[in-house]
């Protein structure tokens, strides 16, 4: 059942090159409540226990070279149906396949600089929020 949170990162890159504010305006403006927002730098360690999922992956050591190489903004969004909708307004994980007006569609560079994470399960959505925000029951 689909429950009303969801978790988002805004990668490296997006950061680095001033995109945040546009970004976070978009998120908003879809509805999403922002519910709790840090800004933050990973260890390639830390980078690469968020993305364990995909350990056996062939991009996983990259991506967690990517994730750790600046600051990211690590955020809680509220909304009704948050998880599905949010992945509807960052698009496909190639931006080649993002449609029109997605986030990755305006920001991504590549499939692994794609701009943006979004959970993609109520689950998830509770573990990665709670990976950044231990607390989030206070929120
Ligand atoms: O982020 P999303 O859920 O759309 O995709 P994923 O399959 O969970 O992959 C996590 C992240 O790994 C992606 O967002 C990309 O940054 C990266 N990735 C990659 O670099 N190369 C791939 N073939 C697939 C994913
Ligand atoms: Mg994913």
């Not at 908003?28 to 999922?53: D, H, P, S, W």
């Not at 698009?91 to 943006?116: C, F, H, Q, W």
Request: hydrophobic content about 40%; proline content about 2%.
């Amino acid at each position: 059942m689909a429950t009303n949170r969801t978790f988002t990162m805004i990668k490296p890159d997006a950061v680095a090159e001033g995109h945040s504010g546009a970004i976070l305006k978009m998120i908003e403006a879809a509805g999403f409540r922002i519910v709790a927002l840090k800004m933050v730098r990973l260890t390639k360690e830390r980078a690469g226990q968020f993305y364990a999922v995909h350990q056996e992956r062939p991009f996983y050591d990259s991506l967690c070279t990517y994730m750790s190489s600046g600051q990211i903004i690590a955020a809680i969004l509220e909304k009704k149906n948050a998880v599905a909708d949010f992945r509807t307004l960052i698009g496909a994980t190639n931006p080649a396949d993002a449609a029109e007006g997605t986030i990755r569609k305006m920001y991504a560079k590549s499939m692994e600089s794609n701009a943006v994470h979004g959970s993609d399960s109520d689950e998830n959505a509770q573990i990665e929020g709670s990976f950044y925000f231990a607390d989030t029951e206070k929120f």
